[in-house]
Structure formats: structure tokens, C-alpha cells
């Protein structure tokens, strides 16, 4: 052990994380200590392209990796011998950098001789408000909000996720980085269209809630997106601030009334909890509290650093999973897509998601 004097609250995880486009390494403690944390993120490199290309995730995650746990394991004073096990994504996401991530993480665990814990990177936002928040205890209604996922998850524990929704089309995140595309906002877009937003009218342009109403609680934002398209080639476009707050309150709507339903089905839950990069949107964060309060329930949010994608996470999932001796072999596949909840039913209509 590096520093012998040191008492470590066990265990202590090494997390990786490659999924989509952040590079990321952290080392987590049972104590939900965060001893080191590093990211790399690929904005600039996917921004000339309006969205992430997958090869040039792929190697960059390849290039950035090793530097980055050389660097949370040199700032947290350990090596590798002090981790009781490495925890890695292995999907869903971009196959390829999946596989950055998980024969990384292989390896460090081969070399180390500790077991690995192969995380679904869905499991790894599920559980993050755990890390956040010691007193959320299960059961709780989870709504994932990111680029690549919009579900809403019944945690009843551990290993133990019941998908109630999810998207039949495009993600909320999506949704938001192709209306800031429309506008001329560059990627990623949900933070520009909130920015945006906040001087325009959210009632100027009549757009579409899609499913709003509907007896299942799945959601859909292409429709809303096409609408956004419409009004923008109309003759004589909304002003981009009044698009940019219109298309944000209905995408809060769509929201707002998927888990209001998503709630009344789940009575035994004790927090209604949000995760993901669109959990940043202030609009949308209100609104939800809003809905928690009428429930009687506290809204959870985690701190924006764990909300978007990150390796705390991922290394917290390995803790929980740790603590129940569920371990993975070393030839655990990566994997493209991975339900939560391997019982859910396609989503009618559905497009790609997990
Ligand atoms: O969870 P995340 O970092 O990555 C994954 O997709 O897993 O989420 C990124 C998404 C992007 O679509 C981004 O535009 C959206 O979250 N986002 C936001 C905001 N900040 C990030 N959407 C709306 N408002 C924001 N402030
Ligand atoms: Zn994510």
C-alpha cells in the first residue's frame, strides 16, 4: 500500500468509464468517499460533426484511458494493488469504446489479481444518487434523462430495476441537441437551448406534447422535434429565443406527465429521483420538483457532476455489487445494447434503445 498509515473505509473501487464521449476514471470508497476523480471529455473533437462519431470516440478513449487512471491512482496515493476490485462499462453505448473501457479494465484487474464487476452504464446512473445521498433507501422511481436513454425505472434494489417507460423514438437529450442544431446552437445543445430559452416566451409557438395523456407512461420526442423543424422553415420563423423556450416547456410537459403517471403506479416508492445530462435543466429540475411535492415526495437530484456520464458512478455500482459478492468473469462480453430489466417488453414503435 502506498501510504501505510492510511485507514481506507472499504472497499475501495476503480471505476472506468467509455460508454459514449467522456473518458473517465475514479476511485470510490464504501464510505461513498470520492478519492479521486478524472474526465476527459470529447466536445471538440465530435462538435464539427454535430454529434459523436463513434470511431473517433473509439480511439480517443483508447488514447485517454491509461493516462487517466495513472492520474486518480497517483492523486489518491494508492496503486493498484490497495483497489478491492476494478469496475468497468460494459454497455450499453458505442461498442467501441465500450471495449476500450471493459479490456481496460480486464486487464487491471488480471494484472492486479482482483475480481471485475462489469457495470451496466444504466445501472451506474440508477445508483448514483446512493452515492450522493445516504439516505435514499430503496424503493425509488428513477427518470433517466440523457442523450441516449429516457426511461423511468422502478430501483427496487440492487440488481433489481423494473423499466416502467421508455422512449419509442428519440431521447430528450436528442431532442435538445437537434433543436440546437435547427437553431444554429452547435453541440451539445441542451445547455445552449436552455441558455437560449431563458429570454424567450415558452406559449409563442404551439408545438406538440407527444403521448401526452396516454395510458402508458413511454415517451416520445421525435414529433416534437419535426414540429420544431416545421416552424423554423416557416416564411417567417418564431424568434429563436420564444423556439428555443417553446420547444423546452414542451419537452418539460412531455416530462412533467410521462412520470405523474409513472408516480400513481409506483405508491411504495419513497423519492422520486433524476438522473442523466438533461437533469441539469433548471426549467425541467422545477418542474419535477413541483410533481415530487404534490406526491408528497422530495425530488432527488444529484449533483450535476454525477448526473452527467462519469466514472464515480460507474466505481459506486462496483461498491454496491462488491458488498454482494456479484463478480464477472474475464470474458464478459461488451455489449451494445443492455436492458436494465431484461423482462421489459419492446416499447411499441420503438426505435433503437436499450
Ligand atoms: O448523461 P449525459 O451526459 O450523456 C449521455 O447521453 O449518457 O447526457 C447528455 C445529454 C445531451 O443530450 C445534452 O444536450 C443534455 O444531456 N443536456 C441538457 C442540459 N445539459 C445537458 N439538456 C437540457 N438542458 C441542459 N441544461
Ligand atoms: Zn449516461
Known sequence: MADTMRTLSRPVILGLESSCDETAAAIVTGDRTILAE?????EAEHAPYGGV?????????????????????????????????IAATAGPGLIGGVMVGLVTGKALSYAAQRPLIAVNH??????????????????YLLLLVSGGHTQ?????????????????????????????????LGYPGGPAVERLAASGNPSAVPLPRPLAGSREPHFSFAGLKSAVLR???QDTPPAPADLAASFQQAACDCLVDRSRLALAAMPEARAFVVAGGVAANQTIRSALADLSAEHCLSLVAPPLSLCT????????????????????????????????????????GAGYKA
Open 38 to 42: 478524472a474526465i476527459a471529455t470529447q
Open 122 to 139: 444504466l445501472e451506474g446512473h440508477a445508483l448514483s444518487p446512493r452515492l450522493a445521498d445516504a439516505a435514499l433507501e430503496f424503493p
Open 309 to 348: 456520464d462519469n466514472a464515480a458512478m460507474i466505481a459506486w455500482a462496483g461498491v454496491e455489487r462488491f458488498r454482494r459478492g456479484d463478480f464477472d468473469p474475464l470474458d464478459t462480453p461488451a455489449r451494445a445494447r443492455w436492458p436494465l430489466d431484461p423482462d421489459a417488453t419492446v416499447a411499441r
Open 152 to 184: 423511468l425505472l422502478a430501483v427496487e434494489g440492487v440488481g433489481r430495476y423494473r423499466r416502467l417507460a421508455t422512449t419509442i423514438d428519440d431521447a430528450a437529450g436528442e431532442a435538445f441537441d437537434k433543436t440546437a442544431k435547427i437553431l444554429g
Open 231 to 233: 416552424a423554423q422553415n
Open 53 to 85: 462519431v463513434p470511431e473517433i470516440a473509439a480511439r480517443a478513449h483508447s488514447e485517454r484511458l491509461t493516462p487517466l487512471v495513472e492520474r486518480v491512482l497517483t492523486e489518491a496515493n494508492l496503486t493498484l494493488s490497495d483497489m478491492d476490485a
